[in-house]
């Protein structure tokens, strides 16, 4: 196998993020704290970042992965074949890291991210590449365990209650009952079939991060939809998907190329 050197001490990289925020956010990080990185691109969705890695071919993938079935993050990093890379996977979720990612050699960094954390997993990148100058054969062992690691990660089943955290107390649910999601400031709009609405605390990424990414999908930065309840979906109206309680969802060019996958997989 091929040995992978570091250039110039550096490793190359590439950061894959649905929110740009947070993609910059990591590459900023990585500039100021840790110099042995190389951020070569970004990428916020599967079909962009598989090319630019098959076009770079980056030694290290900085890969976001939601709760609670992760399928971006795992589509992309399956989808390609003869893997040359590390992977370095972002959560929001330390529980579930931590039963998901049990072996050594795969690292993840918790959001938000802790500038300790993020130098200690650049410098276990750094120790794996230099031992594989000398064993090229670890690059195997790796390829296994990111392999078990995903299987483990697909394996973890998905809450199907959810919490919801409004002002006169907390409301528990099935997701199912959800119809959608709107962004209010730093806080979510909950609507349910049966015209009731409910505001949490929480943000809107932090429920993408907790709701089954099979049964809902983000089509814009303000608002979430469960794809049970969508009833039709215009592009003669700047695409926009129609809910059953007839609101009418704007989705955003950014969202559209995913939106249109899960509509495929329905």
Request: net charge negative; glycine share 2%.
């Amino acid at each position: 196998m091929k040995k992978y050197q570091l250039k110039l001490n550096k490793l190359t990289a590439i950061i894959v993020d649905d929110e740009e925020f947070a993609r910059e956010n990591l590459r900023m990080l990585l500039e100021e704290n840790c110099p042995e990185i190389d951020v070569i691109a970004t990428s916020g969705n599967v079909s962009d970042a598989k090319k630019r890695i098959d076009e770079l071919t980056p030694q290290v993938v900085f890969q976001d992965i939601r709760m609670p079935s992760g399928v971006e993050g795992l589509e992309l990093i399956e989808s390609i074949t003869n893997k040359k890379f590390q992977v370095v996977f972002v959560t929001a979720f330390e529980e579930f890291a931590v039963r998901a990612f049990n072996s050594n050699a795969i690292h993840y960094i918790l959001k938000p991210i802790e500038i300790d954390e993020l130098k200690n997993a650049v410098d276990k990148l750094i120790d794996f590449y230099k031992k594989t100058e000398k064993h090229p054969e670890n690059f195997s062992s790796y390829i296994a365990s990111l392999e078990e690691v995903m299987s483990n990660y697909k394996s973890e089943k998905s809450p199907n209650k959810i919490t919801i955290n409004h002002s006169k107390g907390i409301k528990i649910v099935e997701d199912d009952e959800i119809l959608r999601l709107e962004a209010n400031g730093n806080c979510t709009v909950l609507f349910f079939d049966q015209k009731d609405k409910y505001l949490d605390t929480r943000t809107l990424k932090i429920y993408e991060n907790l709701l089954d990414n099979t049964k809902f999908c983000r089509i814009h930065k303000s608002h979430i939809i469960n794809l049970s309840y969508l009833t039709d979906y215009l592009k003669d109206e700047g695409h926009v998907a129609v809910m059953k309680d007839g609101a009418k969802v704007p989705i955003s060019r950014e969202k559209l190329s995913d939106f249109l996958d899960q509509l495929r997989r329905l």
